[in-house]
């Protein structure tokens, strides 16, 4: 522990490895449970994987085996301290792809057997939620928290970002951020695609998001409530184009891409802002790299206006994967006074949700 008792802190590193970048973040917990946000450092593999429109799980792996000291030493340069200031160190221990989590656990082990720190192996998406607390202040307990990015699409129920966490809806097929990707390479934009998608319909103006009907999946009277859908979504999208083309007509990208992009907003934030509301819910967070979208951030603050519920959304940095939310998490399990976990967890790379931290 560092500083005077009444100022009483710790300080936590996070490492997160689950999918393409390597994250090294450190992370102040206060007595009071307050966290601040000390170094952030990422290093990204996105452009290795770019020419083939998705990550490639062998080559992310191998870019983290060669970002991961470089990535963690400049975070504590840049805090000004040595790994010995450290007070506990969390780990992303899934869910990921297994050999990108493979090296953030076993660096982590090593640092943590190394200066003697205890160790916590922790669930990536909680981190997104825990993230949040950096940017405006303690999360509510409950809160809703929506996850949308290129590995997730979920609605969890955050009762508690240390000790419960609840899915009460997730996709059945693609995640919001791959639907992205995939609509992207269908009409020759690069790789990730949620940028030069958002580009091209916030050009286009508010009349080219309905120019093309586009289904909303799931949204139907008997469908799950909270469960979304977005292949059918890419598939509407992939026959639009493509009939186009077989007729030998232009395809206008910028309308094809705002109409997308509002069946993707429309559904995330009406099935978001109507948990909040049935759940009774006051708060929701919305967090990964589509969080950053801006056609879903003004309509999610719309809804939410208009139903009572007050929205936090990370900034973008914090948004996409990075160890400060890693740290964050650890940092609540600190002041939660949770046990470390066992010196022989292992990365799990299916880890239910509601494993906050590994044993
Ligand atoms: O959280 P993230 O950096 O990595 C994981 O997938 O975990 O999210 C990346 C995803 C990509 O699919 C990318 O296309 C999408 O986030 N994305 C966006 C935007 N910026 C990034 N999607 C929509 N609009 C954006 N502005
Ligand atoms: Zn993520």
Known sequence: MTGASAEASALVLGIETSCDETGAGLVEVFGDGRVRLVADVVASSVEQHARFGGVVPEIASRAHLEALTPTVRRALDDAGCRLRDVDAIAVTAGPGLAGALMVGVAAAKAYAA????????????????????????????????????????????????????????????????????????????????????????????????????????????????????????????????????????????????????????????????????????????????????????ELAAERCARAGIRLRVPPPRLCTDNGAMIAALGAHLVAAGAPPSAPGFGADPALPVGTVVVE
């Open 114 to 297: 190394a200066a003697d720190k205890p160790l916590y192996g922790v669930n990536h998406l909680a981190g997104h939620v825990a993230v949040d607390a950096l940017e405006h202040g303690p999360l509510p307990k409950p809160c809703l928290a929506l996850l949308v990015s290129g590995g997730h699409t979920q609605l969890l129920l955050v009762e508690d970002v240390a000790s419960s966490v609840r899915e009460i809806g997730s996709t059945i097929d693609d995640a919001a951020g791959e639907a992205y990707d995939k609509v992207a390479r269908l009409l020759d934009l690069p790789y990730p695609g949620g940028p030069p998608i958002d580009r091209l319909a916030r050009a286009a103006g508010a009349a080219a998001r309905d120019s093309i009907a586009f289904p909303r999946g799931l949204t139907g009277p008997r469908d799950s409530r909270h469960d979304f859908s977005f292949s059918g979504l890419k598939t509407a999208v992939a026959r639009w184009v493509e009939g186009r083309r077989a007729a030998g007509e232009p395809v206008d990208v910028a309308s094809v891409a705002a109409s997308f992009q509002e069946a993707v907003a429309d559904v995330l934030t009406a099935k978001a802002v109507r948990a909040a509301a049935e759940l009774g819910v006051d708060t929701l967070v919305v967090s990964g790299g589509v969080a950053a979208n801006s056609r879903l951030g």
